[in-house]
């Protein structure tokens, strides 16, 4: 597609469940990052795929945090036993290289009740 | 810790005010992003700035960034309802995590007709 694609657009689960959050990046980028923002607050990094290199995990707050991508290709964020201060949105953005700026998708807006 | 320190966090003028909103550091950067985001979506890149003392203009936004590359401004003319919204900049790293981009926590505009 022309854009970033997340999906779904929004999220309401239960305290304790997990959930999947889906990216599919601009075809051809190789970096893929996923980013957390609170209700009124700034982008706080979440992990960095480039290309086949091993990822950037180093903003994941917890080991409840994870995310995969297949290639440069899609990426899935996995969020386990949910809690709700993980309620926000979760942005994932795409870059080709070099210092081009990131295309952002829609986000997901994650509500844990 | 690189910071990008964004202000004012809030700002709320009339249509037709100019603005001018700050993004300061005191690491320097090997370029400086400007980002817009609408509430529900993600943000959208206005500009990279990559020379100390550059200007850039985009209709009626002009942005610079400082000699040192350390910090950066973005001044609206004119403002209008349809520049409403949250301004984030973000700077590029030499190398590093994060994928090279450091975020600051954004000026929240708001322009009343």
């Known amino acids: 597609g022309a854009g970033v694609s997340q999906s779904p657009s929004n999220k309401v689960t239960e305290k304790g469940k997990d959930v999947e959050l889906r990216c599919d990046p601009i075809?051809?980028?190789?970096?893929l990052y996923w980013y957390r923002q609170r209700l009124g607050q700034g982008l706080e990094f979440l992990i960095y795929?480039?290309?086949?290199?091993?990822?950037?995990k180093s903003g994941l707050p917890s080991d409840r945090f994870s995310a995969e991508r297949t290639g440069e290709s899609v990426s899935t964020l996995t969020i386990q036993r949910t809690q709700q201060e993980d309620s926000a949105v979760y942005l994932c953005?795409?870059?080709?290289?070099?210092?081009?700026?990131?295309?952002f998708g829609s986000g997901t807006r994650l509500t844990v009740v | 810790t690189q910071l990008l320190e964004q202000s004012p966090q809030f700002l709320s003028i009339q249509e037709g005010e100019n603005l001018t909103v700050y993004c300061n550091s005191s690491?320097?950067?090997?370029?400086l992003q400007w980002y817009r985001q609408e509430p529900g979506e993600g943000p959208v890149l206005l500009v990279t700035v990559v020379t100390g003392g550059e200007v850039k203009k985009l209709k009626r936004l002009t942005f610079q960034f400082g000699d040192a590359r350390k910090d950066s401004s973005l001044h609206i003319t004119a403002a209008q309802p349809g520049d409403t919204g949250l301004y984030l900049c973000a700077g590029g790293k030499y190398g590093g995590s994060q994928g090279n981009l450091i975020f600051g926590k954004g000026t929240k505009l708001s322009v009343k007709p």
């Open positions: 690491s320097v950067f090997s370029s």
């Open positions: 075809s051809g980028h190789t970096a």
């Open positions: 953005a795409s870059r080709f290289t070099g210092i081009q700026g990131y295309t």
């Open positions: 795929f480039q290309g086949n290199s091993a990822p950037d």
